[in-house]
Structure formats: C-alpha cells, structure tokens
T-cell receptor, first 116, second 110 residues
Framework: DSGVTQTPKHLITATGQRVTLRCSPR?????VYWYQQSLDQGLQFLIH???????AKGNILERFSAQQFPDLHSELNLSSLELGDSALYFC???????????????FGPGTRLLVL | TQLLEQSPQFLSIQEGENLTVYCNSS?????LQWYRQEPGEGPVLLVT?????EVKKLKRLTFQFGDARKDSSLHITAAQPGDTGLYLC??????????FGDGTTLTVKP
C-alpha cells in the first residue's frame, strides 16, 4: 500500500459524458502527478501539481483538466469522452516539487475507465 | 520531446536464468528511476539513480546509469517467477516532468 488513494476504482460511462477522478496523496506529500496508461501507448504523463499550483504539463488533451485543492487532494476531469479515452488513470504523489534529485513518486492503485 | 526507449519489449525466460533490460534516450536526464508494475496495480519504485556511472544493487537486481546520463540498464540474476511483471524506466527533469518508457514485460517460467 503506497498511501495514495484513488477513487473510483472502476468507471464505466458513455461517449460524450464527463467524469471526475479523485486522488488523495500520501500524508505530507505536496506534489500530485496524473498519468494515463493505455495498452498501445504505455504510461503517459499528463500533469503535475505542486502545493496547489500547476508545475508541469505533459500530453494532456484540452478536454481534460485537473486541479489540486488546499487540502492537497487532486481531481482529474475528463469531458466529452471518446472511446479512445478508455485507459487506466494513475495518480502519484511525492514529497516536494520533483526536482533534479529524482524524487520518489508513489503511485496509487489507479482508476480503470471504460468508455462505451 | 524526451523519449525513452526500452528493450526488449517482451522477455520470457526460465527460472534461474539471468537477464538484462535496457532503457535508452538521446536526451540527458537529471535522474532515472526503475519501476515494476503488476497487472491492475500502480508502478512500484525499485530504484532511483542520479549520478552518471552510478551502480546500485537491490538483492538480485543491479541497476546502472550511463556515464552521460542518457541510458540505463537493469540486470536480474537468477530470475524467479516472482520477478514477473512490467519493468518501466522513467527519466526525471528539473522542470518536474517525468517521461516513462513503454516498458519491458518479463515472464519468468518455473
């Protein structure tokens, strides 16, 4: 158990819908990272928040957005869902801002999203 | 865009054999991490290397970071069925981004 929690564990929805994935980082961790993992594209970095502020952006679609709240939990919002958005979505957390010394990221168990 | 290429993509061996998997890039990373992921679960960190030429050992696993900090290798000695999983390398940058390779799927048969 990494200490990172994600809800829901599974989500089935239809195309065009909007969903919200939630992540609670480990106690004391200030950074939250979101990743998408699909069968044909591996683990793709989406976005990184540090202490409530966006720190880095990866291959995140405009239909997707995220935020980190004052209590440091984070939500990933996926809208206008398409079949290709079906994937595992992972959240990870780390102590600080993930700088040069290769800070450890602790991954949650993931949310499996299926868009029908 | 910084890319990490992992090889081989798939590896199936017998228990007791040795193996090496590779992680290569044309970019320099400030750090490199190796993770192991089991089906339906999140990746679990195995090691972080930050210094060019660094070698770290974790029981039967030996990790090496290239001198130029562009590549890394993971060597497993006397593989066991419990080593089965997806091995991912990830490169870190000062900007707070992480780039993951597509992984090596290892199967160790008893």
């Amino acid at each position: 158990d990494s200490g990172v929690t994600q809800t829901p564990k599974h989500l089935i929805t239809a195309t065009g819908q909007r969903v919200t994935l939630r992540c609670s980082p480990r106690s004391g961790d200030l950074s939250v990272y979101w990743y998408q993992q699909s069968l044909d594209q591996g683990l793709q970095f989406l976005i990184h928040y540090y202490n409530g502020e966006e720190r880095a952006k990866g291959n995140i679609l405009e239909r997707f957005s995220a935020q980190q709240f004052p209590d440091l939990h984070s939500e990933l919002n996926l809208s206008s869902l398409e079949l290709g958005d079906s994937a595992l979505y992972f959240c990870a957390s780390s102590v600080s801002s993930g700088g040069a010394r290769g800070e450890t990221q602790y991954f949650g168990p993931g949310t499996r999203l299926l868009v029908l | 865009t910084q890319l990490l290429e992992q090889s081989p993509q798939f590896l199936s061996i017998q228990e007791g054999e040795n193996l090496t998997v590779y992680c290569n890039s044309s970019s320099v990373f400030s750090s490199l991490q190796w993770y192991r992921q089991e089906p339906g679960e999140g990746p679990v960190l195995l090691v972080t290397v930050v210094t060019g030429g660094e070698v770290k050992k974790l029981k039967r696993l030996t990790f090496q970071f290239g001198d130029a900090r562009k590549d890394s290798s993971l060597h497993i000695t006397a593989a066991q069925p419990g080593d089965t999983g997806l091995y991912l390398c990830a490169g870190g940058t000062n900007a707070g981004k992480s780039t993951f390779g597509d992984g090596t799927t290892l199967t160790v048969k008893p």
